[in-house]
């Protein structure tokens, strides 16, 4: 079983900054390999960034150069650096674990851009 608990969501202005957390507990074979995904009102939930169990990076088009994923293993803990947000960065966020065979999400933080 694991648990991920998201957190530091809010409110910002176009243009700021925010950081998210993600904080998990259970397995750790299943928090090795995290991601971000988002959710906007009215759309599709969709990718944002990934961590890998070896440290690799990876980012949707539309975050990168913007965003930073990374992983603190000590604290069993996944964080969203995110800068120069953007209005259509409105959205819940998730994180979750990637391996096959523990599929788990949190329960979302919300991210509101205003212009």
């Known amino acids: 079983q694991v648990q991920l608990v998201e957190s530091g969501g809010g409110s910002v202005q176009a243009g700021g900054s925010l950081r998210l957390s993600c904080a998990a507990s259970?397995?750790?074979?299943?928090?090795?390999?995290m991601s971000w995904y988002r959710q906007a009102p009215g759309k599709e939930r969709e990718f944002v960034s990934r961590?890998?169990?070896?440290?690799?990076?990876y980012y949707a088009d539309s975050v990168k150069g913007r965003f930073t994923i990374s992983q603190d293993n000590a604290k069993n803990t996944l964080y969203l650096q995110m800068s120069s947000l953007k209005p259509e960065g409105t959205a819940m966020y998730y994180c979750?674990?990637?391996?096959?065979?523990?599929?788990?999400w949190g329960q979302g933080t919300q991210v509101t851009v205003s212009s």
């Open positions: 979750k674990t990637n391996p096959p065979w523990c599929d788990y």
């Open positions: 259970g397995y750790t074979s299943c928090t090795q390999d």
């Open positions: 961590i890998s169990k070896d440290g690799s990076t």
